[in-house]
């Protein structure tokens, strides 16, 4: 990343709530939960893999072609059938995201500065130095 692709540059963090597990692969809505799955794969380690709720959704993916996804994301290479699809733990979640431009950053970065009781303006941060 150069200097002159810092005004385009966005950071999001997510905030992950309210994690529930549930028997059932399918009980959760796509667009409204991420999901984080379990499973034995056919080497008989535990895996795990996770998708924010915006993906699937993002993606166009239904409640099956997420699962496969995930799985392959995870790591298996096994035929995915429907059977191994029910032996998945799943953990369905929520999350709250936020997104910051890096001009709102220095905006804030400024800001706060000033309120911390430090009267100059401060230097654009540079890693570089």
Same mark, same amino acid.
Not at 47 to 59: D, G
Not at 71 to 93: C, D, H, M, Q, V
């Given at each position: =990343?150069?200097?002159? #692709?810092?005004?385009?540059?966005?950071?999001?963090?997510?905030?992950?709530?309210?994690?529930?597990?549930?028997?059932?692969?399918?009980?959760? $809505?796509?667009?409204?939960?991420?999901?984080?799955? #379990?499973?034995?794969?056919?080497?008989?380690?535990?895996?795990?893999?996770?998708?924010?709720? $915006?993906?699937?959704?993002?993606?166009?993916?239904?409640?099956?072609?997420?699962?496969?996804?995930?799985?392959?994301?995870?790591?298996?290479?096994?035929?995915?059938?429907?059977?191994?699809?029910?032996?998945?733990?799943?953990?369905?979640?929520?999350? #709250?995201? =936020?997104? =910051?431009?890096?001009? $709102?950053?220095?905006?804030?970065?400024?800001?706060?500065?000033?309120?911390?009781?430090?009267?100059?303006?401060?230097?654009?941060?540079?890693?570089?130095?």
């Amino acid at each position: =990343m150069t200097r002159d #692709e810092l005004p385009r540059l966005f950071c999001s963090v997510s905030l992950l709530t309210n994690f529930e597990d549930v028997c059932d692969y399918l009980d959760w $809505e796509v667009g409204v939960h991420g999901i984080r799955i #379990e499973f034995i794969n056919e080497k008989g380690s535990k895996r795990t893999a996770t998708y924010l709720p $915006e993906v699937a959704k993002e993606q166009g993916w239904d409640h099956i072609q997420t699962i496969d996804s995930l799985l392959r994301k995870g790591g298996y290479k096994a035929p995915i059938t429907n059977e191994f699809r029910k032996s998945i733990k799943l953990t369905r979640y929520r999350s #709250e995201k =936020m997104t =910051m431009s890096y001009t $709102e950053y220095l905006a804030h970065r400024q800001h706060h500065h000033f309120q911390n009781g430090i009267g100059h303006p401060l230097p654009p941060y540079n890693h570089y130095s």
